[in-house]
Antibody, heavy 122, light 107 residues
Framework: QVQLQESGPGLVKPSETLSLSCTVS??????????WGWIRQSPGKGLEWIGI???????YYNPSLKSRVSISVDTPKNQFSLRLNSVTAADTALYYC??????????????WGQGILVTVSS | DIQMTQSPSFLSASVGDRVTITCRTS??????LNWYQQKPGKAPKLLIY???SLHGGVPSRFSGSGSGTEFTLTISSLQPEDFATYSC?????????FGPGTKVDIK
């Protein structure tokens, strides 16, 4: 059973870069049947899709964040990472990494990390 | 962007009740609509994908239906562990969007 675990700083200063990693265990990130993605949830609000990456580096982003976001993959470490530049208080959220079923259930996220709370504050 | 709405936003029900939640999309998403359950402090769990397919390990009391712009999630007999927030998500467009959620609480 695949497991995902987010890691990174829980506090980021305004205008700086938020960097998070997601370690995948129990399965390979190079599995051709999956994308790997980031989703966030602001306090008391709904879920917001940030973007996804394929093992070969192909990526797709939420247009509202596209100018500030990049998602990359590190296949030797079986990890993928999120970078979000120029953060503001509006980026304070619980950040989840998740696995998307590319073939069996396109667009559905069937495995999630536990989430990591990132607060943007000076 | 494809906009998502859910109704009701809050639902109070008793154990054993039949519960129905509706999700509407601003344009057709064909059958590319997924449902998630989320409990406080936990990550969402996939329940239903492609509008009506039950994800592995999900109890059969959960079912989904619909196509186009209107979808429903039904819990045939509400169990104590089902009190949670339920969200829909469209995967028709490259920009995936989620509904605002429906909180199911104990009456």
């Amino acid at each position: 059973q695949v497991q995902l675990q987010e890691s990174g700083p829980g506090l980021v200063k305004p205008s700086e870069t938020l960097s998070l990693s997601c370690t995948v265990s129990g399965g390979s990130i190079t599995n051709t049947g999956h994308y790997w993605g980031w989703i966030r949830q602001s306090p008391g609000k709904g879920l917001e899709w940030i973007g996804i990456v394929y093992y070969n580096g192909d990526s797709y982003y939420n247009p509202s964040l596209k100018s500030r976001v990049s998602i990359s993959v590190d296949t030797p470490k079986n990890q993928f990472s999120l970078r979000l530049n120029s953060v503001t208080a509006a980026d304070t959220a619980l950040y989840y990494c998740a696995r998307e079923q590319k073939q069996l259930a396109p667009g559905a996220f069937d495995s999630w990390g536990q989430g990591i709370l990132v607060t943007v504050s000076s | 962007d494809i906009q998502m709405t859910q109704s009701p936003s809050f639902l109070s029900a008793s154990v054993g009740d039949r519960v129905t939640i509706t999700c509407r999309t601003s344009q057709s998403v064909e059958n590319l609509l997924n449902w998630y359950q989320q409990k406080p402090g936990k990550a969402p769990k996939l329940l239903i994908y492609e509008a009506s397919s039950l994800h592995g390990g999900v109890p059969s009391r959960f079912s989904g239906s619909g196509s186009g712009t209107e979808f429903t999630l039904t819990i045939s007999s509400l169990q104590p562990e089902d009190f949670a927030t339920y969200s829909c998500q469209q995967s028709y467009s490259t920009l995936f969007t989620f509904g605002p959620g429906t909180k199911v609480d104990i009456k």
